[in-house]
């Protein structure tokens, strides 16, 4: 879109090359980089762009390298809900995410906004095939300086099982540690009670290691939620609050997650237009003096 054929409408918004843009709802023009429709421009935008994003990570990573020695120090730390009996001599792990914890997708979701187009896992698995995938600021730093103290890295992925190739291929293009004679990274429908919700991996990095420090950008890599509304989650928010920035250490993912589904009620299957409005409801508004 050019932007000489952007010219002010008072009545109606914007006038893009012909097509009438009222309101948030914008329509493709034939030309290409309309994108008023999205909701993922700022997102994107913001995280492939931004030094804010980039010192934002980064300062999550030193405060896990804090914590890292916090947690080597004190024998009874554990990050895992699930850790139980006796793990006090067990050998140390981390667990972290992959998507927008340690590598960052966001020319895949800039894919999305140019083609005007939805996740699919039909784009996403070529995507992971890929591996083109770019480090999240700070990520490898961190994992070198827990390998420096003796402890294990899992990466506990939503990634489905036949994308471990391209994950394994775009960690080690870019130097992460990526263990060869221990699976460490587990992705989902590996096993067969390895679902979405990542408890049961947890469970099983807990039987063998300590978990010092779960690292993520969803509420679900910390703990399971299901499908939880607004109102549950900032309760898991209260209940946990002793693990945030501490055993917990959230990347901001503000392109997606399960904050997105949250807000318009897991109605995935909605259209695009029914999904923005749920999320227009989801928030609160200023009331301006008349
Ligand atoms: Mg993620």
Redesign the pocket.
Known sequence: MKLQKIVRNSAAGVVLAGLTVSGTMAHADSTGMMTAESDLLNATLWMQTSVEFKANSMAAYKLAEVMLDRALADKSWTAALEQDGDYQGKPPAVIL?????VLDNSVYEAWLIKARTNYSSKTWMPFVDDAVSTPIAGSKEFIDYARSKGVEIFYV?NRKAPGEEGTRKNLKDYGYYVNDKVDTVLLRGEKEDWGSEKSTRRAHVAKDYRVLLLL???LG?FVDIKNADLAERNAILARYQENWSSKWITIA?PMYGSWEGAAFGFQWKASDEQKRQLKMNAMKYWAPAE
């Open positions: 995410d992959v998507d927008e914890t992925s993520g950008d969803n890599d993912n």
